[in-house]
Structure formats: structure tokens, C-alpha cells
């Protein structure tokens, strides 16, 4: 059975940083796509960055190039979410999110995790 | 402003048909990429409805339906149920943006 499951989240000030992880189960990483979607208190799904986990290609949202990095180890089927110089409007649920087979990041998300929170303040 | 434009609410009563429309771009939808559909109670953590306009997943009912044309998508409830409220979200993929987008989301009132 396919499980995803954050860790990481927090309370952090403006201009700090936090480390968001993902523990894949059930699958490996290096298959798949995988990515970061957050959702700021009352608001839509918002994509963050994703990670090819077979050649660990990375996009990212403008808002959060040159601030945020996204990584993956294969080696414990986990990704990462490296968030530097948080701004308040950075406030949000973070989910992980594996991308279904086949067509990479164009694909469904067919698995998500159940969320951390992260707060700037 | 989301990239994928939704309406903000829906509502119908039990046993009625409601739909859900979801509208791209030509860099997105417009550009034939595929647009996926999601179902989220508040509080939890969203659930894949619809994938590739128009495939259920295992397990979900068969009153959810999508399709597609151009550079918009839809998704119809049938049957509305009271446990089909929640808020429903389109995505797709952006060559724009070099990454997904998302609608503004739904909220399904029953």
C-alpha cells in the first residue's frame, strides 16, 4: 500500500528557515515524480516544486526560486523540502505528492500525504 | 488568481446533476495536457476523482464523470449526495510555468 508521510513542519520566524521531509512506503521514489503542493489557511492547492526521482530533475514556482530546494534520497525513499527566508506568506499546509506512471509531472497525483503545517510568524 | 479558472461554489439539491467547469489556456489545457480532478473534505488531505479527463480510480463512484474540449474541462455529479460535499479542484500541467497548475477549487454545497 502506497503511503506518504510529512514531517518538519512548524512555527518559524520571517527570514528563517525550515526542513520539510517525505517518507515514501509501498514505492520507490526513484520511479516517480514527486512534489510539493501547499494550501495557505482558506485558500486553493498551490504547486510548490517537483523532483524527477530517477535523475533528480527539479522545477520550482517562481515565487519560491532561489528560496526553497526540493531533493530527494533514493536510498531511504525520501524527499526533502529545504525552505529559507520565509515570508509570512509562506504560511500554509504542505502536502508531498507522488505523480502517477508514465508521464511524469504531467500526470495525476495519485497519492498524498496527509500534510504539514508550516507557520511563519 | 489561480492559472485554471473555476466557479467558487455549486450547489444542488440530493439526487440533481451539478457540474464543475474548469478553464486553461493555451499553454496548459489549450496545449492538450491532460486536466485531473480532486475531491477535499476541509481538513483532510486532497483525493484524485478523475485523471486523464475522463478515468475513475478504483473506488469511486460512478456519478463522478469528466471530459474534456479545448482548453476547458468539466466535472458532473449525478446523484448528488450529501457526502459529495467538499471542495472539488482541476490540475493540469503548464508549459508556461514548466510545472502543474491548479484551479481556484469549488466548494460543493448539497
Known amino acids: 500500500e502506497v503511503q506518504l508521510l510529512e514531517s518538519g513542519g512548524g512555527l518559524g520566524p520571517p527570514g528563517g528557515s525550515l526542513r520539510l521531509s517525505c517518507a515514501g512506503s509501498?514505492?520507490?521514489?526513484?520511479?516517480?515524480?514527486m512534489t510539493w503542493v501547499r494550501q495557505a489557511p482558506g485558500k486553493g492547492l498551490e504547486w510548490v516544486s517537483t523532483?524527477?526521482?530517477?535523475?533528480?530533475?527539479?522545477y520550482y514556482e517562481d515565487s519560491v526560486k532561489g528560496r526553497f530546494t526540493i531533493s530527494i534520497d533514493n536510498s531511504k525513499n525520501e524527499m526533502y523540502l529545504e525552505m529559507n527566508s520565509l515570508g509570512v506568506d509562506d504560511t500554509a499546509v504542505y502536502y508531498c505528492?507522488?505523480?502517477?506512471?508514465?508521464?511524469?509531472?504531467?500526470?495525476?497525483?495519485?497519492?498524498w500525504g496527509h500534510g504539514a503545517t508550516v507557520t511563519v510568524s | 488568481q489561480s492559472v485554471l479558472t473555476q466557479p467558487p461554489s455549486v450547489s444542488g439539491a440530493p439526487g440533481q446533476r451539478v457540474t464543475i467547469s474548469c478553464t486553461g489556456t493555451?499553454?496548459?489545457?489549450?496545449?492538450?495536457?491532460?486536466v485531473h480532478w480532486y475531491q477535499q473534505v476541509p481538513g483532510t488531505a486532497p483525493k484524485l476523482l478523475i485523471y486523464?479527463?475522463?478515468i475513475r480510480p478504483s473506488g469511486v463512484p460512478g456519478r463522478f464523470s469528466g471530459s474534456r474540449s479545448g482548453t476547458s474541462a468539466s466535472l458532473a455529479i449525478t446523484g448528488l449526495q450529501a457526502e459529495d460535499e467538499a471542495d472539488y479542484y482541476c490540475?493540469?500541467?503548464?508549459?508556461?510555468?514548466?510545472?502543474?497548475?491548479f484551479g481556484g477549487g469549488t466548494k460543493v454545497t448539497v
Open positions: 509501498g514505492f520507490g521514489m526513484y520511479a516517480y515524480d
Open positions: 486523464r479527463n475522463i
Open positions: 493555451s499553454s496548459n489545457l489549450g496545449a492538450t495536457y491532460d
Open positions: 490540475h493540469s500541467y503548464d508549459d508556461t510555468l514548466s510545472g502543474s497548475v
Open positions: 505528492a507522488k505523480f502517477g506512471s508514465s508521464r511524469g509531472h504531467h500526470d495525476a497525483l495519485d497519492f
Open positions: 523532483v524527477r526521482g530517477s535523475d533528480e530533475t527539479t
